[in-house]
């Protein structure tokens, strides 16, 4: 067989005819209702490419997601679901392209062929237990109209976490308005989210529309919403319940039809124990609780996000790709992180910007305390070399040292002459001078 075979698992007819618009001459397109029968077919047509659809994949059947991962492996098949891209073998034009979704209308696939972060996933880095699990549940509820309250410590990505629903959802075409509850003044923040009516106050000399209608069709992220004051909670309450909006100083109700996502660092159910937050407002918003785990609770993604990190940061500041040594990488992933994930991003930034050119980053590159508690030092020795501890060592850490204090040592000897102590040391002095900036050496 030659050219492409389009396999759609779909009860809709209709998704079929579409798809026959993306076929070139020598493509064949074929219907399934079962992901099963599609994955014996692409088996029987072994050396074809093969283009899979499915917008209502029944999750329970990760066994053939498994099956066909594998297949992907060992033939030309190309496999894409609109919410994740499962697999990828050889690369189909996705540009030229359109994958038809739910009630068979046509979207522009988020997904770049062979980039697997083009889409909403890019938003959410890390293959942990704990970051899957968030990524299915965000596939799951992205296209419903349900609010969503996300939940986790500071820094831990909650507003990433939203662009990736709205990126996933059908509104992904519209706004997403992201408004930091706490950063506007009580006195303010009716109007900055319902807007006002001309002369409603002093100062008022036009009508402004509020962030409610800002996003309207599209996505409201109420970011710290528990800091919003208890007096505007009740009105939120019912712009969630009735869709509609009263702009302050206004007669008129104005319909809204936004995706609402909230985000607090705070436990909103013991706020609400407290009476410091509304019960009723926060059961409204809990139809869906999504909770960011700490970067403590997936120390196991920590290498894939300073790799990510690195990438997007020496692209942005024009430098050559960095990489860190296994040593720096296993410290990174001992730290607690209280600043979670932003923390991180931080101090790859800083180890990066100001790593003056060098392309490997050691842990001493990094403005954090690294925890030295899993090694030990080597101690002084009788001979010329240190003895090996019973506990072993530090074998990165060790030669820093080392190096360190031949550094020093010869630098002394040499009366702080440069050229002088690089001959001591059988080395250029540009050599010499790099190696000091290497360990964090201040020569003067």
Same mark, same amino acid.
């Given at each position: 067989?030659?050219?492409?075979?389009?396999?759609?698992?779909?009860?809709?007819?209709?998704?079929?005819?579409?798809?026959?618009?993306?076929?070139q001459?020598?493509?064949?397109?074929?219907?399934?209702?079962?992901?099963?029968?599609?994955?014996n077919?692409?088996?029987?047509?072994?050396?074809?490419? %093969?283009?899979?659809? !499915?917008?209502?994949?029944? !999750?329970?059947?990760?066994?053939?997601?498994?099956?066909?991962?594998?297949?992907?492996?060992?033939?030309?098949i190309?496999?894409?679901d609109?919410?994740?891209?499962?697999?990828?073998?050889?690369?189909?034009?996705?540009?030229?392209?359109?994958?038809?979704?739910?009630?068979?209308?046509?979207q522009?696939?988020?997904?770049?062929?062979?980039?697997?972060?083009?889409? !909403?996933r890019? !938003?959410?880095?890390g293959?942990?237990d704990?970051?899957?699990?968030?990524?299915?549940?965000?596939?799951?509820?992205?296209?419903?109209?349900?609010?969503?309250?996300?939940?986790? #410590?500071?820094?831990?990505?909650?507003?990433?976490?939203?662009?990736?629903?709205?990126?996933?959802?059908?509104?992904?075409?519209?706004?997403?308005?992201?408004?930091?509850?706490?950063?506007?003044?009580?006195?303010?923040?009716?109007?900055?989210?319902?807007?006002?009516?001309?002369?409603?106050?002093?100062?008022?000399i036009?009508? $402004?529309?509020?962030?409610? #209608?800002?996003?309207?069709?599209?996505?409201?992220?109420?970011?710290?919403?528990?800091?919003?004051?208890?007096?505007?909670?009740?009105?939120?309450l019912?712009?969630?319940?009735?869709?509609?909006?009263q702009r302050?100083?206004?007669?008129?109700?104005?319909?809204?039809?936004?995706?609402?996502?909230?985000?607090?660092n705070?436990?909103l159910?013991?706020?609400?124990?407290?009476?410091r937050? $509304?019960?009723?407002?926060?059961?409204?918003?809990?139809?869906?609780?999504l909770?960011?785990?700490?970067?403590?609770?997936?120390?196991?993604?920590?290498?894939?996000?300073?790799?990510?990190f690195?990438?997007?940061?020496?692209?942005?500041?024009?430098?050559?790709?960095?990489r860190?040594?296994?040593?720096?990488?296993?410290?990174?992933?001992?730290?607690?992180?209280?600043?979670?994930?932003?923390?991180l991003?931080?101090?790859?930034?800083?180890?990066?910007?100001?790593?003056?050119?060098?392309?490997?980053?050691?842990?001493y590159?990094?403005?954090?305390?690294?925890?030295?508690?899993?090694?030990?030092?080597?101690?002084?020795?009788?001979?010329? %070399?240190?003895?090996?501890?019973?506990?072993?060592?530090?074998?990165?850490?060790?030669?820093?040292?080392?190096?360190?204090?031949?550094?020093?040592?010869?630098?002394?000897?040499?009366?702080?002459?440069?050229? $002088?102590?690089?001959?001591?040391?059988?080395?250029?002095?540009?050599?010499?001078?790099?190696?000091?900036?290497?360990?964090?050496?201040?020569?003067?």
């Amino acid at each position: 067989m030659t050219g492409k075979m389009y396999c759609v698992i779909d009860e809709l007819a209709h998704a079929t005819d579409d798809m026959l618009r993306m076929v070139q001459p020598g493509d064949t397109i074929q219907r399934f209702q079962r992901l099963e029968d599609a994955v014996n077919t692409a088996v029987r047509e072994d050396g074809s490419q %093969f283009l899979i659809h !499915w917008p209502y994949l029944d !999750w329970t059947e990760t066994r053939l997601r498994g099956q066909l991962l594998n297949l992907a492996r060992s033939i030309n098949i190309s496999i894409y679901d609109p919410h994740e891209l499962i697999a990828e073998h050889e690369q189909w034009q996705a540009a030229n392209i359109h994958v038809f979704g739910r009630g068979g209308q046509t979207q522009t696939p988020a997904r770049a062929a062979g980039d697997p972060w083009a889409g !909403w996933r890019r !938003w959410l880095i890390g293959e942990s237990d704990t970051m899957r699990k968030i990524v299915e549940m965000i596939r799951i509820v992205a296209d419903r109209r349900t609010t969503v309250l996300l939940l986790g #410590e500071t820094g831990t990505g909650k507003e990433a976490a939203a662009r990736a629903i709205h990126e996933a959802s059908g509104r992904r075409d519209q706004e997403l308005v992201p408004v930091n509850c706490a950063a506007i003044p009580e006195s303010l923040i009716e109007a900055e989210l319902f807007g006002h009516a001309k002369g409603a106050y002093t100062g008022a000399i036009g009508a $402004r529309a509020g962030y409610f #209608e800002r996003a309207h069709r599209g996505t409201l992220l109420l970011d710290e919403i528990g800091e919003m004051p208890l007096a505007l909670q009740g009105k939120l309450l019912r712009v969630l319940q009735e869709r509609e909006i009263q702009r302050v100083g206004g007669g008129e109700t104005v319909p809204v039809d936004c995706r609402i996502i909230a985000a607090s660092n705070v436990d909103l159910a013991e706020e609400a124990r407290l009476k410091r937050f $509304r019960s009723d407002l926060f059961y409204r918003l809990s139809v869906v609780v999504l909770r960011l785990p700490a970067l403590r609770e997936r120390r196991e993604d920590i290498p894939v996000l300073v790799d990510h990190f690195i990438e997007r940061i020496c692209k942005a500041e024009n430098l050559a790709r960095c990489r860190v040594t296994p040593d720096a990488l296993r410290r990174l992933a001992d730290c607690d992180w209280p600043g979670n994930v932003r923390q991180l991003e931080h101090a790859v930034e800083s180890a990066v910007v100001m790593s003056d050119g060098r392309t490997v980053l050691t842990a001493y590159d990094f403005p954090i305390d690294v925890p030295l508690n899993h090694v030990a030092p080597a101690p002084p020795a009788s001979g010329s %070399f240190p003895v090996l501890p019973e506990t072993g060592l530090d074998m990165e850490e060790t030669v820093r040292r080392l190096e360190m204090h031949l550094l020093s040592e010869a630098l002394g000897r040499a009366n702080g002459n440069k050229a $002088r102590a690089a001959d001591l040391l059988g080395l250029k002095r540009t050599t010499l001078l790099y190696k000091a900036r290497s360990l964090g050496f201040a020569i003067a």
